[in-house]
């Protein structure tokens, strides 16, 4: 059975950082496109980077561009989410996806699911 356990979220204040940890059992991250998906309250879950199989990496978010850093290690069979700079839009519940295809930034394309973090951000 496939399971993703995200981890690492927490209260932090601007300007600060956190990394988020996806872990996945019953299937090889290595093997899967995994991305990082947030949802602000009141608002729609975005997608917000994505890491291929060849290790590629997507942003989605142009406000995360140059502070947030998707990658993975495969031996630990997790991906990572380095989060830094922290501002106030970017508190949200993160989730890590996995597919067996593409990264996109269209959600329905992502079969497996974490329950999703909660990242904080306040003074």
């Known amino acids: 059975q496939v399971h993703l356990v995200e981890s690492g979220g927490g209260l932090v204040q601007p300007g600060g950082s956190l990394t988020l940890s996806c872990a996945a059992s019953?299937?090889?991250?290595?093997?899967?496109?995994v991305a990082w998906i947030r949802q602000a309250p009141g608002k729609e879950r975005e997608a917000v980077s994505c890491?291929?199989?060849?290790?590629?990496?997507?942003d989605y978010i142009a406000s995360v561009k140059g502070r947030f850093t998707i990658a993975r290690d495969n031996a630990k069979n997790t991906v990572y989410l380095r989060m830094s700079s922290l501002k106030p839009e970017d508190p949200a519940v993160y989730y890590c996806?996995?597919?067996?295809?593409?990264?996109?930034?269209?959600?329905?394309?992502?079969?497996?699911w974490g329950q999703g973090t909660q990242v904080t951000v306040s003074s």
């Open positions: 996806a996995a597919n067996s295809g593409l990264c996109s930034g269209h959600l329905g394309v992502y079969n497996y």
């Open positions: 019953g299937f090889r991250m290595n093997d899967h496109t």
């Open positions: 890491i291929s199989t060849t290790d590629f990496s997507f």
